[in-house]
Structure formats: C-alpha cells, structure tokens
C-alpha cells in the first residue's frame, strides 16, 4: 500500500526520501513522488508512475535538491495510476502527501471547486491540499490552519505537509493509518512504516490517533487530538534475526518460504516450557482470565483469516470452547452477538491492516473479556490497542503473498489452544503432546522444504491452465483455502478450495482434463472420505495432484503425489501449508509473473 516518507534535515534529503521509498516498494505501489523545498525556498515536486526507478530516472533529469522534503509510493483508490493523480499534491505554496481515504471528498472538492480552487486530478487526497491552502488564507498561522483542516476530514489518513512559507518545519497528523516520527541527530525524519527509516535511525515514536506534530532539525512538537502538547515515548526498533535482503535467493517469496524452519524457532523461544506453556508471556492477570473464557471469536482479513479458521478446529476439539471466525470486513459493520465472557483474537501480520484495526475498535464496545494480538511488529497499531499480544518472530515480510507470517501465526494460535487447556487444569498430557508436537516442527519443515524439485516438476502442469481446485477436509479445508488463495495471489490462475465433502454438490460439473485438483490428503480420521471424494474426481478425467503421508497408500497415480512425513495430526495442517507454497511459487515462475510483487497487490492493506 502507499508509503509516506518525509525529513528535515541540514543535508539534501533526496537521497533519504529515495532510499526510504524504495524500502517501502515491496508493500506493491503504482506510482511515485517527492517535494523538496529548493533553497530559494520554492517547492520543486517531481513525480512518475511505476517503480522509484522510474522516479529517480525523472530525477537525474530534473534534480530536487533541498534539506526539507515528502515522498510517496501511491497505491491508487481514488483515480487511475496515472501521474496527475501521483502525490504530492500541491497548492499555494505547500505539498502533501497522504495514505487513507477521505470519505468526504466529494462534498470538500464541490465547495473548493466553489470557492476557485482548480482540480488536477481525480484523488481524494488533492482535496486535502486545497483545503489547507484555504485554511491558510482564512488564518496566516500554519500549525492552526492545518488543525483546521484535519477537523473537516472524515475517513482515514497519515499525513504529511511542507509549505514554502515554513522551510524549517514538516508537519504531520495521523488518523486510522499508521504513522511513525523518526529521532536523529541534527534531522527529523517521518516514515509510514519504520523500516523506510532503518538506514538513518532505529529511534522511533509512534503517534497514536489524532496526534499531530511538526518536526524540525532539533526534534518534534507533538499535540494529542484535543490539541493538547504530549510525549510519545521513543522505542528502539528491534531488528529482526532475519534479514531483509534477499540472499541467495531469486525472490523473497522463496527466502521466506525457506526462513520458515527458523521464523517458527524464533516464535518459540520464549514460550514454551519443557511440557507445557508459558502463559506469564501474556502479561500478570492473563492466567486467571484465560481461565474464565467461555468463548472466542477471531477476527482477521486474507491469509490470517485462513489461519483462524484453523485455530477453530484446534481449540473447539481440544478446549471444547465455541469459536466464531469472522472477516474483519463483515464483522466490523454488523450487529455482533457477544455472549459473556468472550475474548476477541485479531490477527494480522503488520498490525496495521484496515480492517482487523478497525474491528478491534469495534470490539472495545461489544462487551469482549479481552482482546488479544497476534502479530508480527512489536510496535504496530494492533499490538498497542488490543489489551494482550502474542508476538509472532517471522521477520520482515517483504514478498505479497504471506508464507512465514501465516505458519507462524498458526505456531501462536496452538500455543494459544494450549494455554487454553492449561489455565483450566486439564488434559497436561494434550498440552505437553503440543508442545512436543510445536519444538519438531523445525525439523519437519526442513524434510518437506527439500521437496521443492519435485514440486517445482508438478508446476509445469499448470502452464496453460486458467483454474485449479484444491481440496482438503477437516483444518486442512483452510489449509486448501489458504493453497488457493497463494496460486490466485501470484500466479493469477483462478483457484476455489472445497471442503472435498462438497465437490458433489457442485463443483464436481467443473472436473474434465484441463482441470489440476490439488488435495490435501494426510493420514487422518478423514481419509478414506477423501479418497473416496478424490475417485469422483479421477472418475472424471481431472487431473489429480495429491498431498499425502508417507505412511499410507494414496489415492493419487504415481507421480502425482508428493509424501510428507507422518506426523502428529495436531500439526500437520502447518506442514501441509508448506508444499502449497512451493507449489504456486513454482507456478508463478512457469508463468513469469512478478512474484513478490503481485498486480493490483500490495502489502500491509492500510486502507479499507
Ligand atoms: N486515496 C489516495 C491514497 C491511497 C492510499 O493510501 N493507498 O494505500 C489516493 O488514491 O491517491
């Protein structure tokens, strides 16, 4: 999604705004831009549409030199990629930059348009330039001006503004998309997302709602949403054991794919004892509440979503709780039914997901016992709003498609189920046989990423297909769900996932020999109904891609089937994720597709 940077500096921030962009690319954008102000004190913007290559190459022809500056990665919602539409947006002197939607735009844009303001592009965001540089008219004093103008905006944004009048200071204001203020020495620096800023500081302060503040070469001047000066404290960012290069690797997708043995470790360190788990983690009151929950709900958007509806599996069969697994972008404008002593579980790899944020804020009126995170940066919106956290250890996430996010919040959610079990005194045997089950799969994992040459051979039989079907029963259903969404995401073949039960009921007329049926088959109580659904399907020509236990005879003809060790049955819907993986990254290198960054894609979906 789109990515702000912004400094103020003694040097020529280009170079930082740059580098801070292209940190930012792998979130999936369309165009870009940056402002500077020259030291004659007049904005140059300069802008292009596709990569920051693009931009810097507009760049080397028209050069913006400067100590004062705003960048931008657009993501379009609101007009085409085009670069009219790329920010900065300009007017009277000052530039913004923005990440959200104004949902007002419409009624903002007819009274500027009244009041002479000349329109350039069809975003909401534009409108947020001209009605500041209105604001500006009515009172010559910025920093009242540009609350004025935050007070007219209704939706989402972080924002970002310089103004020709004020070449000492960046302003900035965020609502409902995250925002961080970066601490040098002798410079300031704002980023939507830390890891723009890595290259200058690890120091960070992150806004919380409402907040706005201006920056200077000596700091910031911070104000809450009442208008009311506040400190935020200033956090170290902590690095990640996993690096953000792509190493040996062709793409991240594949790196992430191959870090998940160590992503998986990491996440355990910490909370787990010999048998059993360590519920402390989750802060001092957290035993005797988990004691008394009677119910769950989770609530996440995409690949954590997929990972809920596993984890109901897991804690309706060993906690023997009710658990609801909803959409965040359904749950968040009904009417929810919460019984007493509910806890709410939101997943979300970056924390800043649009919806998932927007339904824990929901939540906070609903009556929940608590709320938990689950999330893989420590300092993100989720993880500060929600009442417990449970950090995932994956790492930087660069590539689109999820893969060490989602196996590792998979890790949380059966630590999860386990500590459900423990605070209620009961079945130490099943928690310890988690744990046990939890510290082999490291090893696992390795055994099945060695697989990956006879699945990239698979991958070549999806080289003229334009749909697949992926099949599994029971938790490995979602892990099929999740299969079809990786081969959707990155090689744009049209996938659907059944629970195999299903197939008759309809997707059955489907089957003929132009259709691959990728299932899930390991030795569970499920499979002799799944081999018997898998024969339907060999009866009508499709085109079997099986799976499957080491252990057992299986339904698919030889050649078709891939065997994964035999493990206990409570992981191996985390096992089984890993091949479907493998399998749509291959595909998408048979069809060339630009794997870590998807079309029409991106990462960290910050908008709603
Ligand atoms: N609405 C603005 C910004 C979009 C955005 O934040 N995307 O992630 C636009 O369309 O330009």
Excluded at 362 to 388: H, M, P
Aim: proline residues 5%.
């Amino acid at each position: 999604m789109c990515g702000i940077v912004g400094v103020v500096a003694q040097r020529n921030v280009t170079p930082i705004l740059l580098e801070g962009l292209r940190r930012l690319e792998y979130r999936g954008y369309d165009s870009a831009g940056v402002a500077v102000l020259a030291d004659d004190n007049h904005l140059q913007r300069v802008r292009a549409v596709g990569k920051v290559v693009e931009l810097e190459r507009t760049l080397e022809a028209t050069p913006a030199v400067g100590c004062l500056g705003i960048a931008h990665t657009r993501w379009a919602t609101h007009g085409k990629p085009a670069e009219h539409n790329a920010h900065p947006h300009v007017s009277d002197g000052l530039a913004i930059v923005h990440n959200g939607i104004i949902e007002n735009h419409s009624p903002l844009r007819r009274k500027l348009t009244d009041l002479g303001y000349v329109f350039t592009s069809e975003t909401d965001t534009e409108v947020v330039a001209h009605l500041m540089a209105w604001h500006y008219r009515q009172t010559p004093d910025l920093l009242t001006a540009f609350r004025n103008t935050l007070a007219e905006l209704q939706g989402a944004y972080a924002l970002a503004m310089v103004h020709e009048d004020e070449p000492q200071n960046l302003y900035c204001a965020r609502m409902g998309s995250p925002l961080v203020i970066g601490e040098g020495s002798g410079e300031s620096y704002i980023a939507s997302d830390p890891l723009a800023l890595l290259q200058v500081t690890d120091r960070f302060r992150y806004l919380d709602e409402g907040d706005h503040a201006r920056l200077t070469v000596d700091g910031c001047t911070l104000w809450d949403r009442q208008h009311s000066p506040v400190e935020r404290p200033v956090k170290r960012y902590q690095h990640a054991a996993l690096s953000l290069d792509k190493g040996e690797y062709r793409h991240y997708m594949l790196k992430e794919i191959f870090e998940q043995p160590e992503a998986i470790g990491n996440t355990l360190s910490g909370i787990l004892g010999d048998n059993h788990v360590l519920t402390a983690i989750l802060g001092p009151d957290a035993e005797s509440r988990l004691a008394s929950v009677d119910n769950i709900h989770i609530v996440a958007c995409g690949t954590s979503y997929h990972a809920g509806l596993v984890a109901r599996y897991w804690i309706e069969s060993q906690v023997g709780l009710p658990c609801q697994v909803e959409v965040a972008s359904e749950y968040r404008y009904r009417t929810v039914a919460v019984p007493a002593n509910t806890l709410l579980i939101t997943l979300s790899q970056s924390g800043e997901t649009a919806d998932t944020l927007a339904a824990l804020r929901f939540a906070k009126d609903q009556g929940y016992l608590a709320t938990l995170a689950i999330c893989n940066v420590a300092g993100s919106s989720l993880v500060r709003e929600a009442d417990w956290r449970l950090l995932t250890q994956a790492g930087p996430e660069i590539g689109v498609a999820s893969t060490k996010a989602f196996t590792t919040q998979l890790v949380a959610l059966l630590w999860l189920t386990s500590a459900l079990l423990q605070v209620r005194g009961r079945a130490a045997d099943q928690v310890a046989a988690n744990v046990a089950a939890l510290r082999q799969l490291p090893a696992l994992i390795d055994q099945v990423l060695a697989l990956e040459p006879a699945i990239a051979a698979l991958a070549e039989r999806f080289a003229n297909k334009h749909h697949a079907l992926f099949l599994g029963r029971g938790p490995h259903y979602p892990i099929a769900m999740e299969g079809a969404l990786k081969l959707k995401e990155i090689s744009y073949i049209h996938a659907e996932a059944y629970a195999a039960g299903e197939l008759k009921h309809g997707p059955l007329a489907l089957v003929d020999e132009n259709m691959p049926v990728v299932s899930v088959a390991p030795s569970d109580s499920l499979l002799e109904k799944l081999k018997s659904n898998l024969e339907e399907v060999r009866a009508r020509g499709g085109q079997l891609i099986t799976f499957a236990c080491e252990t057992v005879e299986q339904p698919g003809a030889d050649g078709d089937t891939i065997r994964l060790p035999q493990v206990d049955d409570i992981i191996s819907p985390i096992l089984y994720t890993i091949p479907l993986q493998l399998l749509s990254y291959h595909v998408a290198l048979v069809k060339g597709t630009d794997v870590d960054k998807p079309r029409n894609l991106a990462k960290s979906v910050t908008v709603e």
